[in-house]
């Protein structure tokens, strides 16, 4: 059975940086379009990315633009989310989400209410000094 498992939180001052990653085990990541999103404490979950199975669409929701990037990495059968001049209001749990093509649309892509086929376990971000 496939799952998805993000790596690479953690503690980080204000105006640091953090890479997670989103790897993939018995499915090829490759097939679908991964979404994240992150939850902080007392608040909904929230879009952060979305970024298309083919590498060639990218999304980010207005409180990341100019400071996350998503890429893809097919040689890891991974997606990595660059974060760059993270601020405290990025705190909170990290989750990416697979969705194979008939559940993921650009146009609606990020939303929490959305169907995926696979979600990972969550990653804490903590941005503190």
């Known amino acids: 059975q496939g799952q998805l498992v993000e790596s690479g939180g953690g503690l980080v001052q204000p105006g640091g940086s953090l890479r997670l990653s989103c790897a993939a085990s018995?499915?090829?990541?490759?097939?679908?379009?991964i979404d994240w999103f992150r939850q902080a404490p007392g608040k909904d979950r929230e879009g952060v990315s979305c970024i298309s199975a083919s590498g060639d669409f990218t999304k980010y929701f207005e409180s990341v633009k100019g400071r996350f990037t998503v890429s893809r990495d097919s040689a890891q059968n991974a997606v990595h989310l660059q974060m760059n001049s993270l601020k405290s209001e990025d705190t909170g749990v990290y989750y990416c989400?697979?969705?194979?093509?008939?559940?993921?649309?650009?146009?609606?892509?990020?939303?929490?209410?959305?169907?995926?086929?696979?979600w990972g376990q969550g990653i804490q971000v903590t941005v503190s000094s």
């Open positions: 018995g499915f090829f990541q490759g097939y679908y379009s």
């Open positions: 989400a697979a969705a194979g093509p008939l559940r993921w649309d650009r146009a609606t892509c990020g939303k929490a209410s959305n169907s995926y086929d696979y």
